[in-house]
């Protein structure tokens, strides 16, 4: 069965800084989705990727997909204290088409003004 | 517009008792989702819905049933509560089951003593 291993585990990082969070997939990914948790919050979609080598920006978040399709990376550009919480990678667990979503263990990120 | 929504938010059950946990949403959306988090796991799938009418197993299905009564709802059973049980359930609804962004709600913590 597919996993999704998320690096690191957990960051701190001092506002302003840039940080970078990966996800490793162990099969090739069909659709990859980033979402954002708040503590005892639901999950918020960030962004969702498809193709290999895809790229999609929203305000100071970037997240890509290599060309081979099996690792994800986020990245924050000067960090603000809003960008803290809780990040997951998911991914369609079949062959792209299920909606059957499993889930990184997920990143903590705190951001420290 | 509502979005997701789910009841109870907080509910603590004794073991062999019985709940349903309920789901609506209001976005016309043909798939619907149930979920646990479990810290350290990320989320886990436990039923799914493509379509009203259709429900199927998840990642983690054991010791539980769902409904899906009509379009708008889907509520999940727990027959008789166990404390590995004890979690947290997020619904979640989506247009099309396949590369669709999915939609969370607020989620509700279970407790099983």
């Known amino acids: 069965s597919q996993e999704l291993e998320q690096s690191p585990q957990s960051l701190i990082v001092q506002e302003g800084k840039n940080l970078t969070i990966n996800c490793t997939s162990s099969k090739t990914l069909y659709g990859l989705y980033w979402y954002k948790q708040k503590y005892g919050e639901g999950l918020i979609f960030l962004m969702m990727l498809q193709k290999g080598g895809e790229e999609k920006s929203h305000e100071k978040i970037t997240a890509k997909l290599d060309e081979k399709k099996q690792q994800s990376s986020l990245h924050i550009t000067a960090s603000q204290p809003s960008h803290a919480g809780i990040y997951l990678c998911g991914a369609d667990g079949g062959s792209g088409n299920t909606g059957k979503l499993i889930f990184g263990q997920g990143t903590t990120l705190q951001v420290k003004p | 517009n509502a979005g997701v929504t789910q009841t109870p938010k907080f509910q603590v059950l004794k073991t062999g008792q019985s709940m349903t946990l309920q789901c609506a949403q209001d976005?016309?959306?043909?798939?619907m989702y149930w979920y646990r988090q479990d810290p350290g796991m990320g989320l886990r799938l436990i039923y799914y819905?493509?379509?009203?009418?259709?429900?199927d197993k998840g990642e983690v299905p054991n010791g539980y049933n769902v409904s899906r009564l009509n379009k708008r709802e889907f509520s999940l059973r727990l027959e008789s509560a166990a404390p590995s049980q004890t979690s947290v359930y997020f619904c979640a609804s989506s247009a099309l089951a396949a590369y669709n962004e999915q939609f969370f709600g607020p989620g509700t913590r279970l407790t099983v003593l």
């Open positions: 976005m016309n959306h043909n798939s």
């Open positions: 819905s493509a379509s009203e009418g259709t429900t």
